[in-house]
């Protein structure tokens, strides 16, 4: 068992997580040191490798046959912790504001009603299967963070970076609602079944 948790597959799920104090530490030095520009492409390069691993830990478990319980449990609290905190980072920085600060929210409140709900269906031994609509999702969303992520140096290279970020994260936002109440609907239909 001890060898499963230490798999390639797994080792690049804890990695995902040590990303993110990484990227909170590359905000920490661009608000400190004069260099912010280079810790903000840090940062991004950081946040590109770890959601490159979001794809490959689970396609290397499936294919090398290498699934394990704390794979399936840390993966994806791994990817919302890397969502959360840099919502929250882009949020402190006021690369995002205003409005669009709602976006942020919508997509937050979503991934913890969702925890919830798996929780507690997982207790009744109901598994509900992510759907194609929901990668997308989550592709787009990682997207919008990579254009936030790069925020106002990116601008200097391409004029519309953190605004192409913020349309993209309002188009995840709207793709957030929707699976949310797919897997809501989904939930609630076992959880009305259960009581009756």
């Not at 690369?95 to 507690?120: F, K, M, P, Q």
């Not at 109901?126 to 601008?155: H, M, N, Y």
Request: charged letters at 15%; proline letters at 3%; one cysteine or more.
């Amino acid at each position: 068992m001890a060898s499963r948790a230490y798999s390639i597959p797994n080792l690049l799920t804890y990695g995902r997580i040590l990303a993110v104090p990484l990227i909170v530490l590359c905000f920490f030095i661009e608000g400190r040191l004069s260099i912010s520009n280079t810790a903000r492409w840090v940062a991004l390069w950081i946040f590109v490798i770890a959601s490159l691993t979001d794809f490959l830990d689970g396609y290397l478990a499936r294919i090398w046959n290498q699934t394990s319980n704390i794979g399936r449990m840390l993966d994806p609290i791994a990817d919302k912790l890397l969502v959360a905190s840099i919502l929250l980072l882009v949020a402190a920085d006021q690369t995002i504001a205003g409005w669009s600060i709602w976006a942020a929210i919508t997509i937050l409140c979503r991934e913890i009603l969702v925890s919830g709900l798996r929780e507690y269906l997982a207790a009744l031994k109901v598994s509900v299967p992510v759907t194609r609509i929901a990668k997308w999702k989550t592709t787009l969303q990682l997207v919008a963070i990579a254009f936030l992520l790069a925020g106002p140096a990116g601008d200097e290279i391409f004029p519309y970076t953190t605004q192409t970020g913020i349309a993209l994260l309002w188009i995840a936002a709207l793709l957030t609602i929707y699976t949310g109440y797919d897997y809501f609907r989904a939930g609630v239909k076992h959880i009305v079944d259960d009581e009756e």
